[in-house]
């Protein structure tokens, strides 16, 4: 037998650290570069709390690699999204059928630490402060310089990149070989802000606004503020605070980042569409003027892989807009993908690397457009009429005939069927639901009988593994 190659990761953020400990877990000799200092020592991005939600296909990734249990026991449940109307109205719309059917709020930070304690007790030798400069395919060696700036060569052995959406990695191997690359930038840009726990909030502006325990609001949601063209979305931290991102175009008429440049503008623009938001972000001028404009863009590759020797991974490959909250989720999903084909043939990397993009890019694609679409649909749909009454009928035949419907959202967000599978039945779905809405408004009026009669006959049954 061929022993197990040795294998160099470009990056230690969430992908890179579950991928090594899953490849350390197949006996590979896995070695560890990432830009940045330990976080564990350093601290993360200076102590703030930016959090994700973890669904699924992420839990599935990590439960293979023994760190479900531990990872939940820091994450905060989350039933559904919890639509804010500019009136000051809030509904939640559950993501699921009932509690089995939640997402779940982790922080980055401590995600990411315990990634990386996970993947070292495993085996794995991370460098941290170690930041890859540039490759030399031809004599197989990278550059790496420290944070003083001083550089040294290093002999990878088979070379991966989870160096994320600015993937050094990818530049090299596309300078030697062009990937096809394809950026696509929304246009959009995000800043966090931060609502502190209840105790540091006015006790009557706590309880009026939901919350419960340490929470200002509603503790097992997503919150969403909808306004059309740009949004609020905030997620609960374990602490009792949440974690405030703000969607707004980059640039052009008023609102864009562009027209709020300070904190006296932007203050002005949430007095007047976030009123009830506001008040709960006693640090706001401070958290505007401080934290930076994130910008978003979907990437495209043609090829994620220079025939056995170097391979992308999780953001570096295929980074998407985070609307429909599936970056890290896909990217875990990649790490077990990976880990199989290269643990089945260990000796044959172009052939696992070869195979990982052909399974793998088409459910990027299909995640890359859902997430798009889930724009308009969060900032835009969530409170329109017709898209609440597509919702509600949907509900009811997924009630009806579960083996026949289920929402794309359900597809994507609980189950492990391909994404490329959920865009294509949830297009099936959709046309159907608009044909039996087509001559009423309304989602009771429509003959549930006959809807069910017109699912069966022209869709296939859902495949049988839905949860597995
Ligand atoms: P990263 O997390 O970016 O990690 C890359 C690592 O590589 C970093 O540690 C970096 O320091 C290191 N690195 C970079 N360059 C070099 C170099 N030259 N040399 C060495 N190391 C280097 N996903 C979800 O599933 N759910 C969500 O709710 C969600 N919300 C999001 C909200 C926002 C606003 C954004 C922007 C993204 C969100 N995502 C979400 C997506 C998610 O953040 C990414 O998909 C995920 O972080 C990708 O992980 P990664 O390891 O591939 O890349
Ligand atoms: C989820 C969970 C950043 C972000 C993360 C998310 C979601 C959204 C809107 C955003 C999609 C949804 N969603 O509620 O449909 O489900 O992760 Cl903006």
Known sequence: MT???????????????????????????????????????????????????????????????????????????????????PGGASTLQRYGVDDSEVIWSVSRGALNMLLLDAAEATGVRFHFGQSLLGADFDRCRIRLADEAGSTREHAPGLLIGADGAGSALRAAMNAYAPLGEHIEPLGHGYKELEIPAAEALPPALAQQAGGADRFALEPHALHIWPRGGYMCIALPNAEGSFTVTLFLPATGAHPSFATLPDAATARA?????????????????????????????????????????????GDAAHAIVPFHGQGMN???????????????????????????????????????????????????????????????LGAKLAGRIPGHYMARYRLVTFTHLPYAYALERGRAQD??????????????????????????STLAPLPDSRHG
């Open 3 to 85: 022993q197990a190659p040795r294998i160099t990761l470009i990056g230690g953020g969430l992908v890179g650290a579950l991928l090594a400990r899953q490849l350390a877990q197949h006996g590979f000799a896995v070695e560890v570069f990432e830009k940045r200092p330990d976080p564990r020592r350093a601290g993360f991005l200076g102590g703030r709390s930016i959090n994700l939600a973890l669904a699924e296909r992420g839990l599935q990734a990590l439960r293979t690699a023994g760190l479900a249990d531990e990872v939940l026991r820091h994450a905060v449940m989350m039933r559904g999204r919890m639509v804010h109307t």
């Open 269 to 313: 623009f949430f007095a007047a569409d976030f009123p009830d938001l506001l008040p709960l972000i006693p640090r706001f001028d401070a958290d505007y003027a401080e934290h930076p404009v994130g910008t978003l863009s979907t990437l495209y590759l043609d090829r994620w892989h220079l025939d056995g020797r170097a391979l992308l991974i």
């Open 330 to 392: 896909c990217g875990f999903e990649d790490t077990v993908e990976l880990t199989r084909l290269l643990a089945a043939t260990p000796g044959d990397s172009a052939g696992a690397f070869a195979e990982f993009q052909r399974i793998r890019q088409p459910n990027a694609n299909a995640i890359a457009a859902m997430a798009l679409e889930n724009y308009v649909e969060m900032r835009d749909s969530v409170a329109d009429p017709h898209y609440l009454a597509k919702r509600a």
């Open 431 to 456: 046309a159907l639901l608009e044909e039996l809405l087509r001559d009423t408004p309304d989602a009771d009026a429509v003959d549930l009988d006959a809807a069910a009669r017109l699912i069966q």
